[in-house]
């Protein structure tokens, strides 16, 4: 082994310590014991809310364990391997290849430890909205909303359209997905703020440049725990028709539900079911989880206030898209950049949320 690659072992050992570190082992090995102590409970499914937040507890602690206790078993053959490629070139070449597969899945688990914050193991609840730029802007928002599908599709997370709101010309006024994946709202989080795409506008006959921008909002799914108290009269309640793409009706009765709530001004809406009490539920659900981020919000505005934080946010224009006169994404505030829009847009995301999430605790860091 050369100083080169004895360097770079040295490097993972120590960031896999600080993993074993982060995640607790024996904690989370006493964490695994009690929850399958509850969930071998013969009243375990008396309480069908109860026995699935168990259930899924335990199935997400028992994956974290074997991902960490399979990295730390992959990291000790590594040394194995260098020790025998002492004899035999070919081993080397093996283990050198297996060092540097292992860095990018101990880099992937160092940034997910780094996902702590009270709602980060949350799914995501994910609202897309054209901005300035018309008929640009309207395509681009669904040019952002194909790109999570796919960042989702890829890592194999399952997703449900809760509406869409289609613009006359082409692409989307608004969209509303959730993924349903641990950890998805602690990840996209990062995505929130106010997207810039600059391009030749392929709806205008002069092919002049123009720039448009789509807002993405991402908040925590509500659980039982949350307890968001909702007052059925503070709410306004419309039924509508659903639409497709150009206006079209795809529905032939009033079973899409928009509900408005009247002290925070928040509008949700849901199309994707056939019945209107289905949308109803989905849409109280969506609801929910926005005011329960709201809350977050307030609260963190009242920690900053205290703090002398004057509010400042990591949202706001936060990435560039351009696609002429060069082609590059960037993100804004931590630099990272690639030349490569195409696979971007293809759910090619997770260099810029790997960056964010590191950025984002930097930031923790130096207000704590």
């Not at 069908?48 to 199935?59: C, G, I, W």
């Not at 001004?265 to 109803?280: K, T, W, Y």
Request: charged content about 30%.
């Amino acid at each position: 082994m050369n100083l080169d690659d004895a360097a770079a072992l040295k490097e993972l050992q120590t960031t896999m310590g600080s993993i074993e570190a982060v995640v607790d082992v024996d904690r989370l090995k006493a964490s695994i014991a009690d929850l399958a102590r509850q969930a071998a409970a013969p009243d375990l499914w008396n309480d069908q809310e109860n026995a699935q937040a168990v259930t899924s507890k335990l199935s997400r602690a028992q994956a974290d364990l074997a991902r960490v206790e399979e990295l730390r078993r992959r990291l000790d053959d590594v040394e194995v391997l260098f020790e025998l490629g002492e004899e035999d070139p070919g081993t080397l070449d093996e283990a050198r290849s297996e060092m540097s597969s292992l860095a990018r899945d101990i880099e992937a688990m160092e940034v997910r430890t780094l996902l702590s914050g009270p709602y980060d193991e949350r799914e995501a609840l994910v609202t897309i909205r054209s901005e300035a730029g018309g008929v640009d802007a309207a395509d681009f928002a669904e040019m952002l909303m194909r790109m999570y599908l796919r960042w989702a599709e890829r890592h194999g997370y399952p997703t449900e359209v809760y509406d869409t709101s289609y613009a006359e010309e082409a692409g989307l006024k608004s969209a509303t997905f959730q993924v349903k994946a641990p950890f998805a709202y602690g990840t996209l989080s990062v995505e929130q703020g106010t997207h810039r795409l600059v391009r030749i506008s392929p709806f205008d006959n002069q092919g002049r440049r123009q720039t448009s921008f789509a807002g993405v909002e991402v908040v925590p799914v509500v659980d039982q725990a949350d307890h968001v108290d909702i007052d059925e009269k503070e709410l306004r309640i419309d039924v509508y028709r659903s639409s497709g793409p150009g206006g079209q009706g795809v529905n032939t009765t009033d079973s899409a539900v928009r509900i408005t709530h009247l002290p925070t001004g928040i509008v949700v809406s849901c199309q994707n079911e056939r019945s209107q009490l289905q949308n109803r539920a989905s849409a109280m659900a969506v609801l929910q989880a926005k005011l329960l981020e709201k809350r977050r919000q307030d609260e963190q505005a009242a920690i900053d206030a205290l703090k002398g934080d004057g509010g400042n946010s990591w949202g706001n224009q936060m990435r560039s898209y351009v696609l002429h006169p060069y082609q590059m994404v960037k993100d804004l505030r931590t630099n990272y950049e690639v030349g490569n829009p195409s696979a971007v847009f293809d759910g090619d995301l997770d260099g810029f949320l790997e960056a964010g999430i590191r950025w984002r605790r930097s930031q923790e860091n130096r207000t704590n």
